[in-house]
C-alpha cells in the first residue's frame, strides 16, 4: 500500500487484561500482576447525573507528501493511555494548497478508556448522521454543556453540536461574515459551551478546517510538531523514537488549521514558515468578556479577571468567615461532579473501589478525602495511595544517625508523606469509622526507580528539568497504585494493586490560595500587591507547567486524574475574591495561632471538618514528601536540565 493510497478504517476493542504483558519490564520489580481494570461496584446504584465520559489518547497528522503515521511506541503510549479500543482513519482533502492544487492527507488515531461498560464509543467518532467525512478526537469531561448537565455519552454529544454549527450560514445576504466564517464562529461557540477539562481534534470537512486545543486550564495534554516537509503532527504523548521537537498546544485559546486557504487576513499564522503548502493557522485566543477585542472571532474565557484590590483595611480570615463557607460549596458541587457513578460491568469488578486519591496526608488531599466520605454512598471503598521513595543520599544521612533504630524499616516509614499520610489516614478513620479506607503504601526501590527512567523521561517530554523527573517520578508509580496493604485481620501486609481508574488530586489549591513558599515571599517583599502578581502568574502557567506534564504520565496507567480545586466554578469564585479572603499573610492573631497563613481559607475549612492534623500540616513539595528529589551524588537543582 503506498503512502497516499488511504487504508480502511481499523477499531479494535480489546480486553484491559490483555494489555497485562506492557507492564511486565525485565528487571523491574513491580506488581504481580498487573491489569488495568476500570471498575466499579455492581451493586451501585447511586448516581448523580446520567453524563457518561471517556479518556483517549490521540494522535493527528497533516502532510502534503504521505500519511504520516503514529511510531509504533507513540501508539503504544496510545494504548496505555486507552486500552478499551484503538482506532484510525485517513482522508484525502482536495483542497488548494498554494499555488498548485496538491491533496492535504490526513491521519488520525485514537485510543479509548471508558467508564461505563454496556458501550464503549470507539474514536476517532465519525459522522453517520451527514455522512460526510468530519471526525472527533475528544479526551476529556464535558461535564456539562451550556451550563446544563450532559444526558448519554459526552463526546458524542459535543461531536453532534459541532457538526451542526459546521452547517451553520449566513442569516441573510447582507451580514458581514461570509457562511465559512459563521460556520467557524458556530464552532467557537459550541467548545464555549463546554464545562470540564478536554484536549480535543474536530475535523470540519465541510470547511475543511481542523480544530484543536485545550480547555483554558490546560488539564488535558496536547502536544505538536512542525516538519520540514510541511507536515503538522498533534498528540496526545510523544513516543520515545519521535524525536525532541514535540512543544506543548498552550492552552491560550483553540487552534484551527485552515486547509481551504480561507483564514481571513488578519489570522495569526503560526509557526513563522514561509512554505507555500503550510497550511494557514488561526490561533483565536480566550478572551476575558470585558477585555479589548483580540480578534474577529469571539472565545470567551470561562474565569473573569483577577481580583487585584488590595485595600488597607481588609477583615482578617476567621472560622465564620464567609469565604469558608462559599468554597465548602464550590468544593462539594466540583466533587459531586467528580464522583459521578457510571454503569459498570461486573465482570470487571474486582473489589468495590473505582476512587482512589493520590494521598500525602497533606491539606489539599485530605479535605478531598473528607467531603468525598459525604458524597459517595456508604458501602463505596476509597483508596489513598502514598507513595515513598528508597533515596540513596537519605539512607545514607540516616546511617549516620544515632536516632534511627533501623535503616531498613526506615527506608519508607520515615519519608515526611509516608508519616502524614498515616496520621491524616489515622484521622479520616475516626471522623468517618462507617467508611471503608485503604490506605495503599506504594514503597518503590531505588532500582525500580532508575528502571523505569527512560519511559518517565519521554512521558515528561517537552517538561525536562530535575524537578520535572523527581514529580514524574511520584505521580507515575503513585497511578500505577500497586503496592501493600494491612490485612483486615491481622498487622500482616498483603500485595494490592487499586482497581481505580478514578484518580483525585489536589493540584490547583497551591495557586488558587497562595500555598507555596514564593507566595510568603512576595508578600514580604511588596505586600498584598506583590503576593497578587505572583498569584496571577502562578495561575495562568498551570497548563504549561504542570497540567500536561501530570496528565501525561499518571494516563499511562489508564488512569485519568480529575481536579477538584480547578473546577471552573470554584476557580471562577477563587479569581474574584479579594487575595485576603484565601491566605492571611500579616493577620497571625492569637485565635488561631497553629494555624499557617498559607491558604488559611482551606486550614479554616480543614478545621470546620474535623482534620485538626491536616489543618496544621505545613506545605512540603510531593518530590521532597516522597523523597523521590535529589537522588544522586552531587550538587542538583530543580532548574537544571535532565542529563
Known sequence: ????????????????????????????????????????????????????????????????????????????????RGPDS??????????????????????????????????????????????????????????????EPIRGYDAEHVF????????????????????????????????????GPYAFVFYDSLNQRVFYGRD????????????????????SVRGEIDG????????????????????????????????????????????IADSPKMSIYRLKSPFPHFNKETGCDSPFLAPFSPAVENLLQHLKSSLKLRLAAEPVDANRVRNRTRIAILFSGGLDCSVIARLAHDILPDEEEIDLLNVAFENPRSLQAAAR?????????????????????????????????????RFVTIDIPYSETRAHRSEIVTLLHPCNTEMDLSIGYALYFAARGSG????????DMALYSTSACILLSGLGADELFGGYARHATAFN????????????????????????????????????????????????????????????????TEADPRLEPDKKVLRLLARQLGLQGPAANRKRAIQFGARSAKMEAGKTNGTQIIA
Open 401 to 437: 544517625s544515632s536516632h534511627v533504630a533501623s535503616v531498613a524499616d526506615s527506608t519508607y516509614e520515615l519519608c515526611p508523606d509516608r508519616i502524614t499520610g498515616r496520621s491524616s489516614y489515622a484521622e479520616l478513620a475516626c471522623l468517618c469509622p462507617g467508611r471503608k479506607w
Open 1 to 80: 500500500m503506498s503512502d497516499t493510497t488511504p487504508p480502511q478504517r481499523t477499531s479494535v476493542q480489546r480486553s484491559r487484561g490483555a494489555l497485562g504483558s506492557l507492564r511486565k519490564q525485565p528487571g523491574v520489580i513491580i506488581e504481580a500482576d498487573i491489569s488495568i481494570v476500570c471498575t466499579a461496584t455492581s451493586a451501585l446504584q447511586h448516581t448523580f447525573i446520567d453524563a457518561s465520559s471517556e479518556m483517549c489518547g490521540i494522535f493527528f497528522s497533516c502532510s502534503p507528501v504521505k500519511y504520516r503515521q503514529p511510531s509504533k511506541h507513540l501508539l503504544k503510549c496510545l494504548e496505555r
Open 484 to 491: 501493600t496493604v494491612q490485612r483486615p485481620t491481622s498487622t
Open 216 to 235: 483554558a486550564l490546560g488539564r488535558r495534554s496536547l502536544l505538536i510538531k512542525w516538519s520540514s516537509d510541511n507536515s503538522v503532527e498533534v498528540a
Open 86 to 147: 484503538v482506532g484510525k482513519v485517513t482522508r484525502t482533502v482536495n483542497a488548494k494548497a498554494g499555488p498548485r492544487d496538491l491533496p492535504w492527507l490526513l491521519t488520525v488515531a485514537s485510543s479509548v478508556l471508558s467508564f461505563r461498560s454496556e458501550k464503549i464509543v470507539n474514536q476517532p467518532i465519525e459522522d453517520s448522521e451527514f455522512q460526510s467525512d468530519s471526525f472527533l478526537c475528544w479526551n476529556g469531561e464535558a461535564w456539562k454543556f451550556d451550563s
Open 160 to 195: 453532534r453540536r459541532l457538526l451542526e454549527a459546521a452547517r451553520t450560514r449566513r442569516v441573510s445576504p447582507d451580514a458581514d461574515t461570509t457562511s465559512s466564517e459563521s460556520a467557524l464562529q458556530a464552532v467557537l461557540d459550541i467548545i464555549n459551551k463546554v464545562t
Open 244 to 287: 525532541q521537537d514535540w512543544a506543548e498546544v498552550d492552552a491560550d485559546g483553540l487552534y484551527v488549521l485552515d486547509l481551504a486557504l480561507n483564514a481571513p487576513a488578519c489570522s495569526t499564522v503560526v509557526p513563522s514558515m514561509c512554505e507555500e503548502r503550510l497550511p494557514a493557522v488561526l490561533h483565536v485566543p480566550w478572551q
Open 525 to 588: 517583599r511588596g505586600g498584598y500587591a506583590s503576593l497578587v502578581e505572583q498569584l496571577e502568574l502562578d495561575f495562568r502557567r498551570l497548563g504549561r507547567r504542570n497540567l500536561g506534564r501530570d496528565d501525561r504520565v499518571i494516563s499511562h496507567w489508564g488512569k485519568e486524574v480529575r481536579y477538584p480545586y480547578l473546577d471552573e466554578g470554584l476557580v471562577s469564585w477563587s479569581l474574584g475574591v479579594p487575595v485576603w479572603e484565601k491566605c492571611s499573610f500579616g493577620q497571625m
